[in-house]
């Protein structure tokens, strides 16, 4: 099943340089495990609640794909570069297939009760 990484991150005043270098070498820690980016601080329409800063989202094939490049040894050497200086939070989420039905688990999670 696909994955992805979420990351909200905090906007800077301005970015640090490190932060500019996580960015060019970034991808070269995904490519091994077919990672992809899918939204890169794009505009955000907030619609409900506040969002302050920006949303990355990756694309992974599963999410074991996802924990290995995020654990893997060439990206914990650049993490640093973006974690120094920008504040955020990052999560890795399973996606649902295509046969996925909203009320369907509604109804289990109202069995379940």
């Not at 500019?20 to 980016?37: N, V």
């Amino acid at each position: 099943m696909t994955a992805y990484v979420i990351a909200h991150l905090r906007d800077p005043e301005e970015f640090h340089p490190e932060v500019l270098e996580y960015m060019e070498r970034i991808q070269a820690t995904m490519d091994p495990f077919a990672g992809r980016f899918i939204v890169h601080g794009g505009a955000v329409d907030v619609r409900e609640g506040v969002w302050p800063g920006s949303l990355v989202m990756l694309e992974f094939p599963s999410g074991e794909h996802a924990r290995r490049w995020y654990e893997s040894p060439a990206y914990q050497a650049v993490l640093p570069l973006r974690t120094d200086h920008l504040e955020g939070d990052v999560v890795i989420v399973e996606g649902v297939g295509p046969e996925h039905c909203a009320a369907a688990k509604a109804a289990g999670i109202r069995a379940a009760s």
